[in-house]
């Protein structure tokens, strides 16, 4: 029973160190690759190199591990006015061709290698064995390189004003593609703090065919790729930053006057194209005053011809519907005239078949019964003898009834006198 529980400790002990060896070593069998990282392995015992661009596990096997960000920002800052800059003056002093020393402060992004071949040449062929020895001894040099190339091309005024963004160009252009090759060139150049003026050789870009001509670029081959790149300040000494200002000055004062110079030229130039204006919009207004009354009266004058035009027009119309109207009279009254002949032939030959037809006996009645009717109105208007006797009359009639009885037979004779002139029948024919 003792040789079993002594046994068991055995067996428990060798597990637990097991165990503890196997916490020990488990650092050195895998790797975690974190995101925005890459690794960099040297293998235990071949010392064969490689690496791992993404994110995630991979074997390690007790091999030598370094860890690599995939993009950094450096900062050459005086302050650490900025998030991840460090708080010491890392600015990058340098000399304009006057002799002004200034310090430069700014920042760059800094993209590293992106495939496994070039993550391994950094550190196997070309020896950077850290990001920090990378920044060290390759980004820190580069950029000092550039700026101090740079300024050498220019005066302290000049980058202080007309070339400040000349300065920045030049620079980021040599970050891409090298330091640019330059000459010497006589040129008259103002010193600084004295304001005196003298020759003296100064550095100009090489150029061919108008493109500038480059050094070999340490970033060539690596992998890396400087992109970014921004100037935050440039911090001038003091005593030349107090001439700078005061050559300023002085300069906006010249300025000024010119400006000022140049103001009044353009106020009398003004005032002589305002008088110019004037007198030509005068001679505008009179010209459309011209140009008005001629139009005008050549409006009029139109007016008037078509006027007199439309009054001949409307009298030879006038006229002429005249005539046609006299035209069309005339064929009405002819065509009257035919229609009262045709008119009175037709009624004369009506008349004429009436009478062949009866005799006339409607005229005839007419004056027979108008020749009674126009005796019977002059014997009721006879004179009637206020006292008459019975007895002298003939045929043994009283003496008035005798006068009446001689008219009766009278009118019996004229109307048998009137109807013998007449031709009058007075028989009914169809009773014969």
């Known amino acids: 029973m003792k040789k079993m529980?002594?046994?068991?400790?055995?067996?428990?002990?060798?597990?637990?160190?097991?165990?503890?060896?196997?916490?020990?070593?488990?650092?050195?069998?895998?790797?975690?690759?974190?995101?925005?990282?890459?690794?960099?392995?040297?293998?235990?015992?071949?010392?064969?190199?490689?690496?791992?661009?993404?994110?995630?596990?991979?074997?390690?096997?007790?091999?030598?591990?370094?860890?690599?960000?995939?993009?950094?920002?450096?900062?050459?800052?005086?302050?650490?006015?900025?998030?991840?800059?460090?708080?010491?003056?890392?600015?990058?002093?340098?000399?304009?061709?006057?002799?002004?020393?200034?310090?430069?402060?700014?920042?760059?992004?800094?993209?590293?290698?992106?495939?496994?071949?070039?993550?391994?040449?950094?550190?196997?062929?070309?020896?950077?064995?850290?990001?920090?020895d990378v920044q060290e001894k390759l980004i820190k040099p580069t950029l000092r390189n550039v700026l101090r190339s740079t300024a050498n091309l220019m005066s302290a005024r000049e980058s202080y004003s007309e070339k400040r963004l000349d300065f920045i160009t030049w620079s980021r252009d040599q970050i891409s593609n090298g330091v640019y090759k330059t000459k010497e060139e006589v040129k008259e150049v103002e010193d600084l703090v004295t304001g005196e003026k003298t020759w003296k050789k100064v550095k100009v870009i090489r150029e061919h065919e108008g493109v500038p001509l480059y050094e070999d670029n340490p970033m060539r081959n690596t992998g890396i790729v400087l992109a970014n790149f921004e100037i935050k300040s440039f911090v001038y000494e003091k005593k030349v930053q107090a001439q700078i200002s005061k050559q300023q000055e002085a300069r906006m004062a010249v300025e000024t006057a010119k400006a000022k110079a140049e103001e009044a030229k353009q106020d009398e130039l003004k005032a002589v194209a305002e008088g110019k204006k004037n007198v030509a919009i005068a001679k505008y207004e009179k010209e459309q005053e011209k140009i008005k009354a001629v139009v005008d009266a050549q409006k009029a004058k139109e007016v008037e011809e078509l006027n007199a035009a439309r009054d001949k027009n409307v009298a030879v119309i006038a006229g002429q519907q005249r005539k046609e109207v006299a035209a069309l009279d005339r064929d009405a009254a002819k065509l009257k005239k035919e229609?009262?002949?045709?008119?009175?032939?037709?009624?004369?030959?009506?008349?004429?078949?009436?009478?062949?037809?009866?005799?006339?006996?409607?005229?005839?009645?007419?004056?027979?019964?108008?020749?009674?009717?126009?005796?019977?109105?002059?014997?009721?208007?006879?004179?009637?003898?206020?006292?008459?006797?019975?007895?002298?009359?003939?045929?043994?009639?009283?003496?008035?009834?005798?006068?009446?009885?001689?008219?009766?037979r009278v009118l019996k004779l004229m109307n048998m006198q009137l109807v013998k002139g007449l031709n009058l029948d007075m028989t009914v024919k169809g009773q014969q």
């Open 5 to 132: 529980k002594v046994g068991s400790y055995v067996g428990l002990g060798f597990l637990g160190i097991i165990l503890l060896v196997g916490l020990i070593c488990a650092g050195s069998i895998v790797e975690t690759v974190e995101k925005g990282t890459y690794q960099v392995k040297q293998a235990a015992i071949s010392g064969e190199m490689s690496a791992k661009m993404t994110p995630g596990l991979w074997w390690q096997n007790f091999g030598d591990i370094d860890v690599w960000p995939k993009a950094e920002t450096y900062f050459f800052t005086h302050d650490n006015d900025t998030k991840g800059d460090v708080d010491e003056d890392t600015s990058i002093e340098v000399r304009f061709n006057d002799g002004s020393m200034c310090k430069i402060s700014g920042t760059l992004r800094i993209v590293m290698p992106t495939t496994e071949s070039e993550a391994i040449k950094l550190t196997s062929e070309q020896g950077h064995k850290t990001y920090a």
């Open 339 to 408: 229609e009262l002949i045709l008119l009175g032939e037709g009624e004369s030959e009506r008349k004429r078949l009436v009478l062949a037809a009866d005799g006339a006996l409607e005229q005839k009645l007419k004056a027979v019964v108008q020749m009674n009717q126009d005796a019977m109105i002059a014997l009721a208007k006879r004179p009637v003898p206020q006292n008459y006797f019975a007895g002298g009359g003939t045929n043994g009639s009283t003496g008035a009834s005798g006068y009446d009885e001689e008219m009766v």
